[in-house]
């Protein structure tokens, strides 16, 4: 079982920065791919940006050269760096863990409870 534990969220003004860790513990997968999803108010949940392994990673085209997404992977911790923020961005972010491979197109693997963000205009 794996559990994540997301936080860094809270209220920042438009333009602003925020980082965002997501920390995995328990029994991880053998071969495993780290990602960002996000949630707003009446909208589906959605991929942001994830990480493969070793330094590979892939984003939505919304949100791509903006939210550049790291690891450290001694450490199981996911990071997601949101600069220049917009109200568009205001949703709960959640983490994810699934097995290498698997599209992030599909609502699969572990998730943790999420962290809101919310961007005051």
């Known amino acids: 079982q794996v559990q994540l534990v997301e936080s860094g969220g809270g209220l920042v003004q438009t333009g602003g920065s925020v980082r965002l860790t997501c920390a995995a513990s328990?029994?991880?997968?053998?071969?495993?791919?780290m990602g960002w999803y996000r949630q707003a108010p009446g909208k589906q949940r959605e991929f942001v940006a994830g990480?493969?392994?070793?330094?590979?990673?892939n984003y939505a085209d919304s949100v791509k050269g903006r939210l550049p997404v790291s690891s450290d992977d001694a450490k199981s911790t996911l990071y997601l760096q949101i600069n220049s923020l917009i109200p568009e961005d205001s949703a709960v972010y959640f983490c994810?863990?699934?097995?290498?491979?698997?599209?992030?197109?599909?609502?699969?693997?572990?998730w943790g409870q999420g962290t809101q963000v919310t961007v005051a205009s």
């Open positions: 994810n863990v699934r097995a290498l491979g698997v599209s992030w197109k599909l609502e699969r693997g572990y």
């Open positions: 328990g029994t991880m997968i053998n071969r495993y791919s």
């Open positions: 990480d493969i392994t070793r330094g590979i990673q």
